[in-house]
T-cell receptor
């Protein structure tokens, strides 16, 4: 079974530039998550989708970050304009059904997209 | 509010020695608990999870964890560490309500170094 796919793996941009990350979740997974992991910290949830709808974006800096999952499958996360403090790993993850209590709740992570803003 | 505390930022053990990584959580209801491992340049790999039932959970790579409700803890253990276990370990609690039930709150991680 293929895992969560992310691209690009690495990106270096200058501050105030824009960047986009792409994620393809595990086939059949209804719930998709974007996490931000700053060096030395644990991952922090940015946004959670259930199919193509947003269920939680309370931690997403909406003045510069946006995300979409138009067809309920793959997703893109965009940052515009980037700041130095956006340097982090952006982890995409998916689960069978994040709304279920039980084993469908297990979240699987991709390898991450590493962003450096200079 | 949900939170996870991993009190040890860095642990060093000798190969073959036993290991225990500590994790304490804060959550008002019955938690879902997870341990993930992250090798350099890699994503997070699930080691084990606790949803309900037996409080001693077995995972991959010889790891186990014990859920202790009275102590709000979910410590990770391994009886004999291998050099390949060197990585960063994250404890997480799954919480939320309704459609946000799947979100995870992570601790800051414990970096494990293994001496030959």
């Amino acid at each position: 079974e293929a895992g969560v796919a992310q691209s690009p793996r690495y990106k270096i941009i200058e501050k105030r530039q824009s960047v986009a990350f792409w994620c393809n979740p595990i086939s059949g997974h209804a719930t998709l998550y974007w996490y931000q992991q700053i060096l030395g910290q644990g991952p922090k949830l940015l946004i959670q989708f259930q199919n193509n709808g947003v269920v939680d974006d309370s931690q997403l800096p909406k003045d510069r970050f946006s995300a979409e999952r138009l067809k309920g499958v793959d997703s893109t996360l965009k940052i515009q304009p980037a700041k130095l403090e956006d340097s982090a790993v952006y982890l995409c993850a998916s689960s069978l059904d994040g709304a279920s209590r039980g084993r469908g709740n297990t979240i699987y992570f991709g390898e991450g997209s590493w962003l450096t803003v200079v | 509010a949900q939170s996870v505390t991993q009190p040890d930022i860095h642990i060093t053990v000798s190969e073959g020695a036993s290991l225990e990584l500590r994790c304490n959580y804060s959550y008002g209801a019955t938690p879902y608990l997870f341990w993930y491992v992250q090798s350099p340049g890699q994503g997070l790999q699930l080691l084990l999870k606790y949803f309900s039932g037996d409080t001693l959970v077995q995972g991959i790579k010889g790891f186990e964890a014990e859920f202790k409700r009275s102590q709000s803890s979910f410590n990770l253990r391994k009886p004999s560490v291998h050099w390949s276990d060197a990585a960063e370990y994250f404890c997480a609690v799954g919480a939320g309500r309704g459609s946000t039930l799947g979100r995870l709150y992570f601790g800051r991680g414990t970096q494990l170094t293994v001496w030959p």
